[in-house]
């Protein structure tokens, strides 16, 4: 079955510092999603990429999809302790549409010390 | 901001028992979803729901669960023989017309003991 994977499963950085999350998909995707999950918090969608190769930013986040759409990253510039939570990439299969399942990678914990 | 309401935020059952999970998905939003995440550990799908019927399931979603929407606001989970492996945070989404995010709800802790 489709499956999606993340890495690294952890990353600590010095507040300041960059960081980058990568997922890669076992099938091509019709478009992928992000999600944000606070300690002890429910996922928090983020952004939706559609297009091969897009690239979308939110102030410091900055969102690939490659030209394959079988992976995409998220790259966090100087990261802020507020910034602390773990990113999930989930993805739906080709084909399946706007509203077929959504498959979520296993996530990148993120700590930041101040 | 609409949210996703979810009751109750914990519950307690012993092994074998039935729970029922509820729900409510944000009002103009059609398709609606279950998924689970076992502590620390990655976010999974369980069922999705259209047009009152199930669209998908995963293969985790035996014939011990089984989901309704049974007023047009509610969306439950019913488990009806719980295992010591199904404690964990269950997550009810939302989404609507057209290529959107999910809106997640504070999810329901399960425990089985």
């Known amino acids: 079955g489709q499956q999606v994977m993340q890495i690294p499963q952890y990353q600590h950085v010095q507040e300041g510092e960059d960081f980058t999350t990568y997922c890669n998909s076992s099938t091509t995707l019709s478009n992928i999603q992000w999600y944000k999950q606070r300690p002890g918090g429910h996922p928090v969608f983020l952004i939706q990429l559609v297009k091969s190769g897009e690239v979308k930013k939110q102030k410091r986040l900055t969102f690939q999809f490659g030209e394959a759409k079988k992976n995409s990253s998220l790259h966090i510039t100087a990261t802020q302790t507020t910034d602390v939570g773990t990113y999930f990439c989930a993805g739906r299969r080709l084909g399946s549409g706007n509203t077929g399942k959504l498959i979520f990678g296993q996530g990148t914990t993120l700590q930041v010390k101040p | ?113």
Not at chain 2, 12 to 37: A, D
Not at chain 2, 72 to 77: A, E, I, K, V
């Open chain 2, 1 to 113: 901001e609409p949210e996703v309401t979810q009751t109750p935020s914990h519950q307690v059952t012993q092994m074998g028992q039935e729970v029922i999970l509820r729900c409510v998905p944000i009002s103009n939003h059609l398709y609606f979803y279950w998924y689970r995440q076992i502590l620390g550990q990655k976010v999974e799908f369980l069922v999705s729901f259209y047009n009152n019927e199930i669209s998908e399931k995963s293969e985790i979603f035996d014939d011990q669960f089984s989901v309704e929407r049974p007023d047009g606001s509610n969306f439950t989970l019913k488990i009806r023989s719980t295992k010591l492996e199904d404690s964990a945070m269950y997550f009810c989404a939302s989404s609507g017309q057209g290529a959107r995010g999910y809106t997640f709800g504070s999810g329901t802790r399960l425990t089985v003991v």
